[in-house]
């Protein structure tokens, strides 16, 4: 249970309070609590989850005042005092008789008229927003499996409709499981809901495709009332991609209305791709049907005017006043992290990167690695170069993470990504990096491009891999792990000579995914190694293929001790050395009670003593950094065989 990620109690009428006893699961990243009937008060232990990075309370009936935590991750908790069961916000003391919002998509008007809110944020698997007016709200439960997580649909297919609005068909928001809008500070009394839909995933039965099999059915409920059962859009619509308007008749009595989609299991679920299933929604507009009298709404207009007019003054001028002032200190405080450093980095301002990038532009967009978007750049000054924004902050502190910036800066080798410096503005972490024209590695292999990589290129490619690794390994101060060595972290400079990206990253991020394979080793054992080459490689040298399988399975070895360091990795590649014929079947191939150990710190110091550096090394692709002979492990440990294997080399972006 302490290893527990992801935990979602949602829609389970949980009457109790919630458990002190989840503030021990340290690990979670999503908690998922809405739409319970909960009480009572939030728990201090809860501020115990450091690493949450979703969190839904809403739809509850929670009371008190926020513990002191909330400030902390107050950006996963925006208006969830509005969303409890009893809705208390302009409670008593209305302010709106309607509202209208553009479900996943930008403000717009349609021909009718009525303005349509934006609705277009990223929801996540267990995720609610609050307008800044307070007018409405979404929420969101559920998951595709980590597929379609902006939870949005876009698409260009012409859509049919008697009044139609053609932008307002041109996006939807979709949910997995539980999709809500809340009208809130409403005047009581009846109003008249319309829900426009349209099908624009699946095709239509005429076509008989596969994708003319999908069916998408859930229900609709107002005020918690079921009135639409096994809603079928297409069915409604008379077919996909036409447009269909629903109204409902509601009767608001306590300044809310509460509209639920929710998907009940009905359906299909993986028709034409894994995840098309769930409620899906073009729009909703909400309008009284209280006429109202033009002289009071005059007057009640007016004394609104005069009063939020100078009140609206005074708070713009305190807020930039705020903004002022915490720039300054957030400036400062950079100021004085930097100045603790010996060979102080070179940083560039936040403003700088985003004009460069053109405010990181999709179109200047290089791909996407496992610590984030990487964009292409020019600088002020001329110089190419390769931006990547960290999407998950390092788990430490801003000066930690400014002393590695300069620890990484200083590691230099012609087998390595140059690092120009960085931006440490705010909660902006960037990294500027040397560009390098051709890529990463398994774009050349595997993408669509013009290039070939005949046998010597490739060798050439690895070789230079190992001697950056290797001085990574035994010759950096400190010494480094990469930890995360794959076809994507290795770039190509104009001459495609090897680069060796995102070294140094493994001690800010907590990345413990394992991948293994064994049919490499099957293969060696029946004498068939060579049929690991890629079949596309007309000709190549079998015995320097021969010799790089048998040095990569070495380094697959259980035993730390039994591994060879990368130096003596790059002799047995160069020829200088011939690779050791004493190797055993790697134990995870034996024993399937495989587990990964993740050691505290990936930076080797010099006075690390052999003993410690092998606990810390018994986990590397690469190879063990000491310089020990073959022999027996007294304490083995299990293996971590993350891209140990041939097969794995295809990574994430670049």
């Keep these: ?155 260009l297919t012409q859509v049919s409709s008697a009044d139609l609005t053609p932008v307002l068909f041109e996006t939807s928001r979709v949910s997995p499981g539980s999709l809500r809008y809340y009208g809130l500070g409403l005047q009581n009394g009846p109003y008249t809901v319309t829900l426009q839909f349209a099908e624009t995933v699946f095709a239509g039965r005429d076509t008989q495709t596969s994708q003319s099999l999908g069916r ?25 991609n036409r447009a269909v308007a629903i109204p409902f008749k509601v009767n608001v009595t306590e300044n809310y209305l509460d509209i639920h989609l929710f998907w009940a299991g009905k359906g299909t679920c993986c028709i034409h791709e894994q995840g098309d299933y769930g409620p899906l929604i073009l729009a909703v507009h909400a309008a009284s049907n209280t006429p109202t009298t033009p002289g009071k709404k005059k007057s009640r207009t007016g004394l609104i005017v005069g009063i939020a007019v100078p009140v609206g003054v005074v708070i ?82 801003k000066s930690q993470f400014v002393t590695e910036i300069a620890t990484i800066s200083a590691v230099q080798h012609r087998n390595l990504v140059k690092l120009y410096g960085c931006c440490i503005e705010g909660s902006h972490r960037i990294l500027v990096y040397e560009y390098l024209e051709n890529k990463s590695l398994d774009q050349s292999l595997f993408g669509r ?46 001459e495609l000579s090897p680069k060796i990206s995102d070294f140094g990253w493994a001690k800010l991020y907590d990345d413990k995914k394992t991948h293994m394979n064994t ?47 990368m130096s003596r990795v790059v002799a047995i590649l160069s020829g200088d050395i011939e690779a050791s014929t004493v190797m055993s079947k790697p134990s995870y191939l034996a024993d399937w009670d495989f587990k990964d150990v993740t050691t505290s710190s990936f930076l080797v110091d010099d006075d690390t003593s052999s003993t410690e550096r092998n606990v810390l090394l018994n986990h590397q692709p690469e190879g063990s950094t000491t310089g020990a002979s073959p022999g027996i492990d007294p304490a083995p440990s299990p293996v971590n065989a993350t891209g140990s294997m041939l097969n794995g080399i295809i990574g994430e972006g670049m």
């Design 519 to 565: 049919w490499a080793w099957t293969l060696l054992e029946n004498d068939q190694s060579l049929r690991l080459v890629d079949p596309r490689l007309t000709e190549f040298d079998e015995n320097d293929a021969t010799r790089l399988i048998k040095a990569a399975l070495h380094c697959t070895q259980a035993s730390p001790m039994m591994r060879p360091s």
């Design 1 to 155: 249970m302490s290893a527990l990620t992801v935990l979602s109690i949602a829609h389970n009428s949980f009457s109790e309070p919630i458990p002190k006893e989840l503030g021990n699961l340290k690990e979670l990243t999503m908690l998922s609590f809405g739409s319970n009937n909960s009480s009572g008060t939030l728990p201090l232990e809860l501020g115990n989850l450091v690493n949450l990075g979703l969190l839904d309370l809403s739809n509850n009936y929670f009371s008190g005042s926020f513990p002191p935590w909330v400030t902390t991750i107050s950006q996963l908790l925006p208006g969830l005092n509005c969303l409890q069961r009893n809705f208390p916000c302009n409670r008593n003391t209305p302010r709106y008789t309607n509202f209208s919002i553009k479900c996943g998509g930008p403000q717009m008007r349609g021909n009718d008229g009525i303005l349509y809110e934006a609705e277009d944020s990223a929801l996540g698997p267990a995720t609610f927003n609050v307008t800044s007016t307070q007018k409405w709200a979404v929420s969101n439960a559920g998951f595709y499996d980590n597929l379609n997580q902006s939870f949005v649909e876009t698409y």
């Design 216 to 240: 998408r059915v859930f229900d609709i409920y107002i005020q918690g009332n079921l009135r639409r059962k096994d809603f079928d859009i297409s069915k409604e619509a008379g077919g996909v």
């Design 449 to 494: 491009n013009d290039l070939h990589l005949d046998w010597p290129t490739r060798f050439n490619i690895l070789l230079g891999t190992a001697r950056g690794l290797a001085y990574l390994h035994e010759e950096s101060k400190p010494r480094i792990i990469h930890r995360d060595v794959k076809a994507s972290n290795i770039l190509q400079d104009a």
């Design 316 to 397: 713009l001028l305190l807020l930039f006043a705020v903004l002022f002032m915490r720039r300054k200190t957030s400036e400062k405080n950079d100021d004085e992290d930097l100045l603790g450093l010996g060979p102080r980095p070179n940083t560039f301002s936040y403003a700088e990167l985003r004009a460069t990038t053109e405010d990181f532009n999709p179109s200047n967009k290089l791909g996407e690695g496992g610590y984030g978007p990487v964009y292409k750049d020019t600088l002020s000054d001329g110089r190419v170069v390769a931006v990547k924004q960290l999407s998950v902050a390092a788990h430490q502190g």
